[in-house]
């Protein structure tokens, strides 16, 4: 009874990602969660049971034969609205690579990464769910981070400019839902990534058109338009036709358009980019944790990845021309 009441309390204390030595209690715990543990203690709240969906859906293989091993970083850091889903999203991306063999991901939220030295060691980067200003270092970071400059606004431009060379040179960008809300105050960051966030007039189930029905990436939905329930976005510029290449957007002949301030209706989901010699690949999915056990949704992820590695060509020119 006693040893009972006693997992009872320490269950939901890892529930909540509180700095529990989480190998002492549960010794099956996977290797993954605790590297996110460790990298980004606040993105740990995964719950067993979703990681087990999210194992479940996944991709069994690569859809592309990798050229070569791949390494990618996946970037937790978190500086604006926490969502919930971050850990597991990370998960579901470091568990793709390991099952279908397309990559090899670490998870950090340590801008130290981005120190044009360390960042060389990646073909690509992915940036979950990250919000606000988190190109900034915090006050307590600045110490080490050397490597990048000696104050915060040297840091700050350092690993800016470190990320575009990394893309502009062939490094792949991969970025979900939130990584559209960060770092206003830098336009290239608003390009690089294609666009961004200008609100969520939707929170419900929501009509999805494939924009460009046949194009590579969007093989996982075998031509069909289809429904989700999510967060869905609206965007404001650097966002522009001119400049991406829309893969979904939300259905425009539907009522629920109706909410969008946009002129034009047009509100694009996902899309991918060119930037010099680097691809970048968008979804603005991926606000609650089932979009990460989806397994249509997962497949998506996994060509969109397997795009920003070179493994799959696929037309990134942008849709207006
Ligand atoms: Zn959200």
Same mark, same amino acid.
């Given at each position: 009874?006693?040893?009972?009441?006693?997992?009872?309390?320490?269950?939901?204390?890892?529930?909540?990602?509180?700095?529990?030595?989480?190998?002492?209690?549960?010794?099956?715990?996977?290797?993954?969660?605790?590297?996110?543990?460790?990298? +980004?203690?606040?993105?740990?709240? &995964?719950?067993?049971?979703?990681?087990?969906?999210?194992?479940?859906?996944?991709?069994?293989? #690569?859809?592309?034969?990798?050229?070569?091993?791949?390494?990618?970083?996946?970037?937790?850091?978190?500086?604006?609205?926490?969502?919930?889903?971050?850990?597991?999203?990370?998960?579901?991306?470091?568990?793709?690579?390991?099952?279908?063999? #397309?990559?090899?991901?670490?998870?950090?939220?340590?801008?130290?990464?981005? +120190?044009?030295?360390?960042?060389?060691?990646?073909? +690509?980067?992915?940036?979950?769910?990250?919000?606000?200003?988190?190109?900034?270092? =915090?006050?307590?970071?600045?110490?080490?981070?050397?490597?990048?400059?000696?104050?915060?606004?040297? &840091?700050?431009?350092?690993?800016?400019?470190?990320?575009?060379?990394?893309?502009?040179?062939?490094?792949?960008?991969?970025?979900?839902?939130?990584?559209?809300?960060?770092?206003?105050?830098?336009?290239?960051?608003?390009?690089?990534?294609?666009?961004?966030?200008?609100?969520?007039?939707?929170?419900?189930?929501?009509?999805?058109?494939?924009?460009?029905?046949?194009?590579?990436?969007? +093989?996982?939905?075998?031509?069909?338009?289809?429904?989700?329930?999510?967060? &869905?976005?609206?965007?404001?510029?650097?966002?522009?036709?001119?400049?991406?290449?829309?893969?979904?957007?939300?259905?425009?002949?539907?009522?629920?358009?109706?909410?969008? =301030?946009?002129?034009?209706?047009?509100?694009?989901?996902?899309?991918?980019?060119?930037?010099?010699?680097?691809?970048?690949?968008?979804?603005?999915?991926?606000?609650?944790?089932?979009?990460?056990?989806?397994?249509?949704?997962? =497949?998506?992820?996994?060509?969109?990845?397997?795009?920003?590695?070179?493994?799959?060509?696929?037309?990134?020119?942008?849709?207006?021309?």
């Amino acid at each position: 009874m006693k040893a009972l009441k006693r997992f009872a309390m320490v269950v939901p204390a890892l529930l909540i990602g509180a700095t529990v030595a989480m190998a002492e209690v549960t010794p099956d715990v996977p290797e993954v969660i605790k590297v996110i543990k460790k990298a +980004a203690p606040d993105n740990a709240a &995964i719950k067993p049971e979703d990681m087990k969906k999210v194992d479940e859906a996944l991709p069994k293989a #690569a859809t592309a034969k990798p050229a070569k091993a791949h390494k990618v970083l996946v970037l937790t850091r978190v500086a604006g609205f926490q969502h919930s889903s971050v850990g597991l999203g990370a998960y579901a991306m470091v568990e793709m690579g390991k099952r279908t063999g #397309a990559y090899e991901a670490t998870v950090s939220n340590d801008l130290a990464n981005l +120190a044009p030295e360390k960042l060389k060691e990646f073909d +690509a980067v992915i940036l979950c769910n990250m919000t606000g200003h988190w190109l900034e270092p =915090k006050d307590n970071e600045v110490a080490g981070l050397s490597a990048l400059g000696k104050d915060k606004a040297e &840091i700050t431009k350092a690993a800016l400019a470190s990320l575009l060379a990394f893309v502009d040179s062939g490094g792949g960008l991969m970025g979900f839902h939130s990584s559209s809300d960060a770092n206003y105050e830098h336009p290239e960051f608003g390009k690089l990534i294609g666009g961004w966030f200008d609100g969520h007039p939707w929170h419900e189930k929501v009509q999805v058109k494939l924009a460009d029905p046949t194009h590579p990436l969007l +093989a996982a939905f075998e031509g069909k338009d289809f429904e989700v329930t999510d967060e &869905i976005y609206q965007f404001k510029d650097p966002y522009n036709l001119n400049n991406i290449h829309e893969l979904l957007k939300l259905d425009p002949s539907t009522d629920q358009i109706k909410k969008t =301030k946009r002129a034009d209706k047009d509100c694009a989901i996902a899309w991918v980019r060119d930037q010099g010699k680097g691809h970048v690949f968008y979804s603005s999915l991926g606000h609650r944790e089932e979009i990460y056990w989806n397994p249509v949704l997962m =497949k998506f992820y996994l060509d969109g990845m397997q795009f920003v590695l070179g493994d799959i060509k696929a037309d990134a020119a942008p849709t207006q021309k």
